[in-house]
C-alpha cells in the first residue's frame, strides 16, 4: 500500500488562528479523503478530494472552515481556519485506489490542540 | 440510526481466549467491509477486507460477514497482549461504486495477560 506522510505530526494552536496540515502520498492516487477524530471518538469524513476539482464536503462540514488544496495525485492540504477548542482533534489524511470497494490506508495523523 | 453499529465494549479477554467483535449497518447497497485496528495514539490499520457472505481467515482473524442481517463480525484467535487496540468497523456506504466509509465508534478490546 502507498506511503503517507502527513505533517505537522502535533502541535499547539492558539484560538483564531490557522493551521494547514499536508499529506504526502509516495505514489499517484485518484481519491484523498480527510478525517476528523476527535477525542475518544471514531472517525468523521470532513471531505473527499480529487486533483483538478473542489473538494466534496460532508455534511456538517463547510469549505471556509475548512478548506481543502488537492493540486496534483500526491499531495493535499487542509486548514483547519479559525480555530477554537472544540477543533482539537485528531486530523487524518488517507487515500485508495479510486476502485469503489477498496479500503483505505492512513497516515499518521495530526494532532492538534487548540488552547 | 447510525450507519455502523459496534458492541460498544470495552471487551477484556484472557490471553489465548477468542475475542469477538460485532458490527451491524444501515445501508443494504453497501459492498465493502473494514476491519481496522487502532493502537491508542496511533492511526487506523486495515487488518481485514470482506467482501461476499461467508468467512475469511488471515491468520489469527476471522472475519465473517452476512448480508441478509447486515452483520459483519470479527474473531481474534488466541489472542495476544499486543492485540489490545481499539477495532473499527468500516463499511462503504453508497453502493459497489462509491468509496466513502463510515466507520463505527470502535470496540476497545484488552488481552489479559
Known amino acids: 500500500s502507498a506511503v503517507i506522510s502527513q505533517k505537522p505530526s502535533r502541535d499547539i494552536c492558539q484560538r483564531g488562528t490557522s493551521l494547514t496540515i499536508q499529506c504526502q502520498v509516495d505514489s499517484q492516487v485518484t481519491m484523498m479523503f480527510w478525517y476528523r477524530q476527535q477525542p475518544g471518538q471514531s472517525l468523521t469524513l470532513i471531505a473527499t478530494?480529487?486533483?483538478?476539482?473542489?473538494?466534496?464536503?460532508e455534511s456538517g462540514f463547510v469549505i471556509d472552515k475548512f478548506p481543502i488544496s488537492r493540486p496534483n495525485l500526491t499531495f493535499s492540504t487542509l486548514t483547519v481556519s479559525n480555530m477554537s477548542p472544540e477543533d482539537s482533534s485528531i486530523y487524518l489524511c488517507?487515500?485508495?485506489?479510486?476502485?469503489?470497494?477498496?479500503?483505505?490506508?492512513f497516515g499518521d495523523g495530526t494532532r492538534l490542540s487548540i488552547l | 440510526q447510525k450507519e455502523v453499529e459496534q458492541n460498544s465494549g470495552p471487551l477484556s479477554v484472557p490471553e489465548g481466549a477468542i475475542a469477538s467483535l460485532n458490527c451491524t449497518y444501515s445501508d443494504r447497497g453497501s459492498q465493502s467491509f473494514f476491519w481496522y485496528r487502532q493502537y491508542s495514539g496511533k492511526s487506523p490499520e486495515l487488518i481485514m477486507s470482506?467482501?461476499?457472505?461467508g468467512d475469511k481467515e488471515d491468520g489469527r482473524f476471522t472475519a465473517q460477514l452476512n448480508k441478509a442481517s447486515q452483520y459483519v463480525s470479527l474473531l481474534i484467535r488466541d489472542s495476544q497482549p499486543s492485540d489490545s487496540a481499539t477495532y473499527l468497523c468500516?463499511?462503504?456506504?453508497?453502493?459497489?461504486?462509491?468509496?466513502?466509509?463510515?466507520f463505527g465508534a470502535g470496540t476497545t478490546v484488552t488481552v489479559r495477560a
Open positions: 468500516a463499511v462503504n456506504i453508497g453502493g459497489s461504486n462509491d468509496y466513502k466509509l463510515s
Open positions: 470482506i467482501y461476499s457472505n
Open positions: 488517507s487515500v485508495d485506489s479510486g476502485v469503489g470497494n477498496q479500503p483505505q490506508h
Open positions: 478530494a480529487n486533483q483538478g476539482s473542489e473538494a466534496t464536503y
